[in-house]
T-cell receptor
């Protein structure tokens, strides 16, 4: 198993550009989520999904869209990038919809918005 | 609302000495508590979790954590620190009455000095 994979590893955007951060897992996990990591802020939940076709907002959803058309993929879309979205983005997944489940994290995408 | 606090931005400890990384939480129902570790330029890795039962939880790499309900704490401990333990440590909580959202603390950087 490749686990949780994220592409790209690094990305530089200009203000106003759009892009999609890719996340995929090959473990047939039901739960997937996106976080951003900022210095002094820890990890903050952006969006999460409890299965194909089902998504919900986390703490900081503004400026981001998600969809989950398959169990494996959970892309994060930035519609109009802003400097405040400069961050490191992590995708994570969990096997089942159990509150006791641990999460498996991808290696992250470092995004800079100029 | 659920929340997690990690009061120390950084903890320094000499190699071979015991270490403690502090975490306190607030939830409405029963807490499900987790510790994750992040090495430089990597995603987060699961260390251990408390679900129910014994208040002392043992995890990976010789780490353990003590759940204290009266103090609403879940401190991470290790009897003898290694230089290779130097990393960023995150505490996270889920609420048994809540949704599938994880809430992470802001992280504590552990430096083990040779």
């Amino acid at each position: 198993n490749a686990g949780v994979t994220q592409t790209p590893k690094f990305q530089v955007l200009k203000t106003g550009q759009s892009m999609t951060l890719q996340c995929a897992q090959d473990m047939n996990h039901e739960y997937m989520s996106w976080y951003r990591q900022d210095p002094g802020m820890g990890l903050r939940l952006i969006h999460y999904s409890v299965g194909a076709g089902i998504t919900d907002q986390g703490e900081v959803p503004n400026g981001y869209n998600v969809s989950r058309s398959t169990t494996e993929d959970f892309p994060l879309r930035l519609l109009s990038a802003a400097p405040s979205q400069t961050s490191v983005y992590f995708c994570a997944s969990s096997p089942r919809l159990e509150l006791t489940d641990t999460q498996y994290f991808g290696p992250g995408t470092r995004l800079t918005v100029l | 609302a659920q929340s997690v606090a990690q009061p120390e931005d950084q903890v320094n400890v000499a190699e071979g000495n015991p270490l403690t990384v502090k975490c306190t939480y607030s939830v409405s129902g029963n807490p499900y508590l987790f510790w994750y570790v992040q090495y430089p330029n990597r995603g987060l890795q699961f260390l251990l979790k408390y679900i129910t039962g014994d208040n002392l939880v043992k995890g990976s790499y010789g780490f353990e954590a003590e759940f204290n309900k009266s103090q609403t704490s879940f401190h991470l401990k290790k009897p003898s620190a290694l230089v290779s333990d130097s990393a960023l440590y995150f505490c996270a909580v889920r609420d048994s009455r809540g949704t599938y959202k994880y809430i992470f603390g802001t992280g504590t950087r552990l430096k083990v000095l040779a």
